[in-house]
């Protein structure tokens, strides 16, 4: 190894001091501004006139080196010299490098200011741990649940919602995608972003975790491929703030964190000792679309129940002084919403959901009222109306009879939502389902995959085939319109979910021309996972859900009131009370029956009448909570939507 020469170790030295910021380079400068001022002073000081001494000679050089507007003023070739020199260095160090420096450390401050490493001095705020795609759809759904977000703060006592999101970095280009986000627009004001990992307890501290009235945590995105999973990181997150309150001594924040397998919700409820709230994103998701296969244009339902402004949704109110209140009676006061149930505390301090219970179930302290309603007024008493009349109702004793059939469905497309999918198909009792599952990606490994998360199915038989459905002919072999249900899952072993809509979307315009030729029309369910791409198809024939916006919904939901989770898994598992669709003809309705008739008819066989599903309609297909006096008109192949119990609730609770 050849030695370092002495002007190398000098500019070694130089280097690791400049490297040490703004005030350290200022400082040089200031040294070599002062070491030309005594250098030009010792040039003109042996002079004498007019200098009195080495002092003002240091201060006459010093002047010409920081304004050259003294240079006129000098007299002699000498001293016109020397002040020549000291305003050119003047030019370069103190004009340029100053200059610089103060520019550069300028530019930096800005950058770390945009890239929000601040510490926020909030208290009681909502705080988003990641930028995924669910972030901006829930910060859309969080901004746009005034009356909700009203009582939420009215319970942690603050006087504004503020949403503080951690990103991993912080941009200008994410204020811009806010900005331009349908429900956010002006609202980006109340959105702050900081930069940094939820496992890093800097992290934690800039978005002043602990103080949060709520911190959510939607799942990362991670390749297939990858070792560490989504869950991984929840996990972690979770650890982190757990520790970061330990060593602080501060109470642990509600949670509502996000997972990808719903096998890790032990996990998390052991990694995390606080309040916390488990949302299952690809179980819940799954729920959704096997219930969509055995009740075809149960999509509608959801897709307006969960999401943010369009149409009803659903509301859990308080006791607020209604204990002694039967359900019937609370149903009289409300005409404008729907009474569903209640959650009740059982022994080991779980909720029970009771949904479309017997009416006369009296209300009792620590109960909560589920209810169906356009807005939050609308669950409130309404002055204006007159009551009105009693519905009794009783549940049916024996579960509602669901009819044996043998099913065939074509799954196309591959995502980690696959296994748990057929998971909950397999769960439904006395279903026979012949499901073909059909992607690029090998047999084996889907095999495996499907094995190792479900095991042995008990009801269903799989099938796993290998081609590509955007070829149209493998997808004309595979006869699609011999199947009962066709579903086209968007992937996620693509780069983005602009990509794998894509791959969606043109699957599914081939497969409308196939179905065309062949004349048979299965049911068609698209999964789409950017809310941007909903609008593409313009009008379709297939039901769509849009993973991003459901989950979004549910997770926002569930922050400002926990104890939705328990009654939306309720309602979309299997068993227990569930929508489901009625043949008019099958109860005995007189010919022009307004939705209040219904009700009673309904009530007479322990359902709840939920709405009207119209095939024939020129607006929306789906009126949930329809007016009560208005006629319901119905035309052939509408159909009644109604909340059932296919189970028994259990002991009665009159």
């Given at each position: 190894?050849?030695?370092?020469?002495?002007?190398?170790?000098?500019?070694?030295?130089?280097?690791?001091?400049?490297?040490?910021?703004?005030?350290?380079?200022?400082?040089?400068?200031?040294?070599?501004?002062?070491?030309?001022?005594?250098?030009?002073?010792?040039?003109?000081?042996?002079?004498?006139?007019?200098?009195?001494?080495?002092?003002?000679?240091?201060?006459?050089?010093?002047?010409?080196?920081?304004?050259?507007?003294?240079?006129?003023?000098?007299?002699?070739?000498?001293?016109?010299?020397?002040?020549?020199?000291?305003?050119?260095?003047?030019?370069?160090?103190?004009?340029?490098?100053?200059?610089?420096?103060?520019?550069?450390?300028?530019?930096?401050?800005?950058?770390?200011?945009?890239?929000?490493?601040?510490?926020?001095?909030?208290?009681?705020?909502?705080?988003?741990?990641?930028?995924?795609?669910?972030?901006?759809?829930?910060?859309?759904?969080?901004?746009?649940?005034?009356?909700?977000?009203?009582?939420?703060?009215?319970?942690?006592?603050?006087?504004?919602?503020?949403?503080?999101?951690?990103?991993?970095?912080?941009?200008?280009?994410?204020?811009?995608?806010?900005?331009?986000?349908?429900?956010?627009?002006?609202?980006?004001?109340?959105?702050?972003?900081?930069?940094?990992?939820?496992?890093?307890?800097?992290?934690?501290?800039?978005?002043?975790?602990?103080?949060?009235?709520?911190?959510?945590?939607?799942?990362?995105?991670?390749?297939?491929?990858?070792?560490?999973?989504?869950?991984?990181?929840?996990?972690?997150?979770?650890?982190?703030?757990?520790?970061?309150?330990?060593?602080?001594?501060?109470?642990?924040?509600?949670?509502?964190?996000?997972?990808?397998?719903?096998?890790?919700?032990?996990?998390?409820?052991?990694?995390?000792?606080?309040?916390?709230?488990?949302?299952?994103?690809?179980?819940?998701?799954?729920?959704?679309?096997?219930?969509?296969?055995?009740?075809?244009?149960?999509?509608?339902?959801?897709?307006?129940?969960?999401?943010?402004?369009?149409?009803?949704?659903?509301?859990?109110?308080?006791?607020?002084?209604?204990?002694?209140?039967?359900?019937?009676?609370?149903?009289?006061?409300?005409?404008?919403?729907?009474?569903?149930?209640?959650?009740?505390?059982?022994?080991?301090?779980?909720?029970?959901?009771?949904?479309?219970?017997?009416?006369?179930t009296e209300i009792v302290a620590g109960d909560r009222i589920v209810m169906m309603a356009r807005s939050y007024e609308d669950t409130e008493p309404d002055g204006r109306q007159?009551?009105?009349?009693?519905?009794?109702?009783?549940?049916?004793?024996?579960?509602?009879?669901?009819?044996?059939?043998?099913?065939?469905?074509?799954?196309?497309?591959?995502?980690?939502?696959?296994?748990?999918?057929?998971?909950?198909?397999?769960?439904?009792?006395?279903?026979?389902?012949?499901?073909?599952?059909?992607?690029?990606?090998?047999?084996?490994?889907?095999?495996?995959?499907?094995?190792?998360?479900?095991?042995?199915?008990?009801?269903?038989?799989?099938?796993?085939?290998?081609?590509?459905?955007?070829?149209?002919?493998?997808?004309?072999?595979?006869?699609?319109?011999?199947?009962?249900?066709?579903?086209?899952?968007?992937?996620?072993?693509?780069?983005?979910?602009?990509?794998?809509?894509?791959?969606?979307?043109?699957?599914?315009?081939?497969?409308?021309?196939?179905?065309?030729?062949?004349?048979?029309?299965?049911?068609?369910?698209?999964?789409?996972?950017?809310?941007?791409?909903?609008?593409?198809?313009?009008?379709?024939?297939?039901?769509?859900?849009?993973?991003?916006?459901?989950?979004?919904?549910?997770?926002?939901?569930?922050?400002?009131?926990?104890?939705?989770?328990?009654?939306?898994?309720?309602?979309?598992?299997?068993?227990?009370?569930?929508?489901?669709?009625?043949?008019?003809?099958?109860?005995?309705?007189?010919?022009?029956?307004?939705?209040?008739?219904?009700?009673?008819?309904?009530?007479?066989?322990?359902?709840?009448?939920?709405?009207?599903?119209?095939?024939?309609?020129?607006?929306?297909?789906?009126?949930?909570?329809?007016?009560?006096?208005?006629?319901?008109?119905?035309?052939?192949?509408?159909?009644?939507?109604?909340?059932?119990?296919?189970?028994?609730?259990?002991?009665?609770?009159?």
């Amino acid at each position: 190894m050849l030695p370092l020469r002495f002007i190398d170790r000098v500019k070694f030295f130089v280097e690791r001091q400049f490297v040490r910021g703004a005030a350290f380079q200022l400082l040089v400068v200031a040294l070599v501004i002062g070491l030309i001022s005594l250098v030009g002073g010792l040039l003109v000081a042996p002079l004498g006139e007019p200098f009195d001494g080495l002092a003002d000679a240091i201060w006459w050089a010093f002047l010409r080196l920081t304004d050259p507007g003294y240079l006129g003023d000098d007299s002699g070739s000498w001293q016109r010299f020397v002040s020549t020199l000291l305003t050119i260095s003047g030019y370069v160090v103190f004009l340029g490098a100053l200059v610089a420096i103060l520019t550069r450390w300028l530019i930096t401050l800005m950058n770390d200011l945009e890239r929000g490493l601040t510490p926020v001095s909030l208290k009681n705020h909502v705080v988003v741990l990641g930028w995924t795609p669910l972030t901006l759809p829930l910060l859309s759904e969080l901004l746009g649940a005034s009356r909700r977000v009203r009582r939420f703060l009215e319970r942690h006592d603050a006087r504004r919602l503020n949403l503080v999101v951690l990103s991993e970095e912080a941009s200008a280009a994410q204020v811009l995608e806010l900005r331009s986000e349908p429900g956010i627009g002006g609202k980006a004001r109340q959105v702050i972003l900081r930069a940094g990992q939820p496992i890093q307890p800097d992290a934690l501290h800039r978005v002043a975790c602990l103080e949060a009235a709520a911190v959510i945590i939607p799942s990362a995105v991670h390749p297939s491929s990858s070792l560490v999973s989504a869950d991984v990181e929840t996990v972690k997150a979770l650890l982190s703030i757990t520790a970061q309150a330990r060593q602080s001594g501060q109470a642990l924040p509600f949670v509502v964190a996000e997972v990808q397998d719903l096998r890790k919700r032990p996990v998390i409820e052991r990694a995390y000792p606080g309040p916390v709230e488990v949302v299952a994103g690809d179980a819940t998701i799954s729920r959704l679309l096997a219930q969509n296969v055995f009740h075809p244009g149960l999509s509608a339902i959801y897709n307006e129940l969960l999401t943010s402004g369009v149409g009803n949704e659903l509301y859990i109110r308080s006791d607020d002084g209604l204990v002694g209140m039967t359900l019937e009676n609370l149903a009289c006061q409300r005409p404008r919403a729907l009474v569903l149930g209640l959650l009740r505390k059982g022994d080991d301090g779980q909720w029970q959901v009771l949904l479309a219970v017997a009416t006369t179930t009296e209300i009792v302290a620590g109960d909560r009222i589920v209810m169906m309603a356009r807005s939050y007024e609308d669950t409130e008493p309404d002055g204006r109306q007159s009551p009105l009349k009693p519905v009794p109702r009783t549940p049916a004793v024996a579960p509602v009879a669901v009819a044996a059939r043998q099913r065939r469905v074509l799954v196309l497309g591959w995502s980690r939502k696959v296994p748990a999918l057929l998971q909950e198909l397999d769960s439904y009792p006395q279903q026979q389902l012949q499901v073909d599952v059909v992607s690029v990606v090998p047999e084996a490994q889907r095999v495996s995959a499907v094995s190792a998360y479900l095991g042995t199915p008990r009801r269903l038989r799989c099938q796993h085939l290998e081609a590509d459905y955007m070829v149209e002919g493998e997808l004309r072999r595979l006869r699609p319109d011999g199947y009962d249900t066709i579903l086209l899952l968007s992937s996620d072993r693509l780069s983005s979910g602009e990509e794998a809509d894509a791959r969606a979307m043109v699957g599914y315009l081939q497969l409308e021309d196939i179905l065309a030729e062949a004349g048979g029309r299965p049911q068609l369910i698209l999964e789409l996972s950017d809310p941007d791409n909903r609008d593409l198809l313009g009008v379709h024939q297939a039901e769509m859900l849009v993973s991003p916006m459901v989950l979004s919904h549910v997770l926002a939901q569930v922050a400002l009131r926990p104890e939705l989770r328990v009654v939306l898994d309720e309602l979309f598992c299997a068993g227990g009370a569930e929508f489901q669709f009625r043949d008019p003809a099958d109860y005995p309705l007189p010919a022009s029956a307004d939705f209040r008739t219904l009700e009673r008819v309904l009530a007479h066989q322990g359902e709840l009448a939920v709405g009207v599903w119209r095939w024939h309609a020129t607006g929306p297909q789906l009126e949930l909570n329809p007016s009560r006096s208005g006629y319901l008109d119905l035309g052939p192949g509408d159909r009644l939507v109604v909340l059932a119990v296919t189970h028994p609730v259990g002991p009665s609770t009159d």
